[in-house]
């Protein structure tokens, strides 16, 4: 079934020139960028999208590393979009992530991991909805 499903390209990554680099790991994998867009989050955005670990010990450092450099927000579109990316993402630690995956290739540490990708098709939603209008999003 085609979904859609919502990508972050973090600071760790923009800093390092690597959008090319993770946009052709999507593509490779069958996935297609549907929406694209270069942005400086802004605190209440970065703070809005992470509300749901604002609890946490790490919301502050979360927030501050979202916001210190741009990110490449994106819209993917393919079958089963959703858990399609979270395969080609790897695992949370790049040293648990499978070999070919962006975190093994690109990630730096648990914290500056390159890339976010909804869990969820009902998050990926509600995070695309953040970002991008339908009039956004060229299918």
């Known amino acids: 079934m085609t979904e859609r ?3 972050i390209i973090k600071p760790d990554a923009t800093r390092r020139n690597l959008t090319g680099k993770v946009n052709a ?3 490779d994998a069958g996935l297609r960028i549907v929406a694209q867009r270069r942005i400086q989050m802004t605190d ?3 703070k809005k999208f992470y509300e ?3 609890e946490r010990p790490f919301y502050g450092e979360l927030v501050d590393f979202m916001t210190s450099a741009p990110v490449v927000v994106q819209v993917l579109e393919g079958d089963n979009a959703v858990a399609k990316y979270r395969e080609v993402m790897g695992a949370t630690n790049p040293a648990q992530a499978a070999d070919g995956t ?3 290739l690109y990630a730096e540490s648990v914290g500056e991991n390159s890339v976010h990708g909804s ?5 990926a939603k ?5 970002f ?3 009039a956004d999003i060229v299918g």
């Open 44 to 46: 209440a955005q970065a």
């Open 102 to 104: 962006i975190r093994k």
């Open 132 to 134: 991008f209008t339908d």
């Open 25 to 27: 790991v999507i593509e």
């Open 52 to 54: 749901v670990h604002a």
């Open 119 to 123: 869990d969820s098709l009902e998050n």
């Open 126 to 130: 509600l995070e695309i909805a953040q």
């Open 5 to 7: 499903t919502f990508s």
